[in-house]
Structure formats: structure tokens, C-alpha cells
């Protein structure tokens, strides 16, 4: 039970997680808005190939979130997370099945992608 704030540094988010991963120590969760994971997709991507453990939660997602406008709404990570080799994603429909995947997420190994919306 700890947190990492990495602010605007969705790289530096994905290294830190995928690097508390190493060795099974831990199960991390990164969470961000989905569209900014993309900035950190090389490394999501070298993660994968090095077998690394970690799950990544990205919200926002869709056409139309509302006021945060359109810089802000992710459709291409959907598409990012696919292109990962072995990668696992869910896309829960309501806060139900979103304490679901998450539990899902952190018994399954390797990638994983949470899609949520606002």
C-alpha cells in the first residue's frame, strides 16, 4: 500500500511501475488519462518484451468526455494496448465490474490495460 506521484511524466509513471514490478516484488497500478499513456508506450511496449508485471489503468476514454475537451479523450489506446504482445484488456461497463477487472488485473500476469470512462 504505497503511492507514487510521477505528476505530468507519463514516461517516468510507466518506468517507476514497470521497475517496482521487477522480480514479482510487487503489484503495480499506474493510472493516468488513457491518452497520455500514449506518451509512454515505448516503454509500456520494452515492459512487455522484458516479461515485466504491471497493470495500467487509463480513464477518460471515448469521443465525447465532456468539458475536459478533446486533447483529453483517448480512442488510439485501445489500439496502443492490443499492439502489446500478451497484453490483457479490460473495459468494465460500471463501477461493478471495474472492482472486477482490477481484481482480475492484479492475479493476472504481465500487461494490463484498464479502460475506463469519466
Same mark, same amino acid.
Given at each position: 500500500?504505497?503511492?507514487i506521484?510521477? +505528476?505530468?511524466?507519463?514516461?517516468?509513471? /510507466?518506468?517507476?511501475? &514497470?521497475?517496482c #514490478?521487477?522480480r514479482?516484488? =510487487?503489484?503495480?497500478f499506474v493510472?493516468? +488519462?488513457?491518452a497520455?499513456?500514449?506518451? /509512454?508506450y515505448?516503454? &509500456?511496449?520494452? #515492459?512487455?518484451?522484458?516479461? =515485466?508485471?504491471?497493470?495500467?489503468a487509463?480513464?477518460?476514454?471515448g469521443?465525447?468526455?465532456?468539458?475536459d475537451?478533446?486533447?483529453?479523450?483517448?480512442?488510439?489506446d485501445?489500439a496502443?494496448?492490443?499492439?502489446i504482445?500478451g497484453?490483457?484488456?479490460?473495459?468494465p461497463?460500471?463501477a461493478?465490474?471495474?472492482?472486477?477487472?482490477?481484481?482480475?488485473?492484479?492475479n493476472t500476469?504481465?500487461?494490463?490495460?484498464?479502460r475506463?470512462g469519466?
Open positions: 500500500d504505497q503511492f506521484e510521477c +505528476f505530468i511524466a507519463e514516461q517516468n509513471l /510507466a518506468g517507476v511501475a &514497470i521497475g #514490478g521487477t514479482e516484488r =510487487t503489484i503495480p493510472s493516468t +488519462f488513457a497520455f499513456l500514449s506518451r /509512454a515505448d516503454q &509500456i511496449r520494452m #515492459g512487455a518484451i522484458s516479461q =515485466t508485471n504491471c497493470n495500467f487509463g480513464s477518460h476514454v469521443v465525447s468526455i465532456g468539458e475537451g478533446p486533447s483529453q479523450m483517448a480512442l488510439e485501445l496502443m494496448f492490443r499492439a504482445r497484453s490483457t484488456v479490460f473495459y461497463s460500471d461493478v465490474s471495474c472492482e472486477r477487472a482490477v481484481e482480475l488485473a492484479a500476469k504481465g500487461i494490463c490495460f484498464i475506463t469519466r
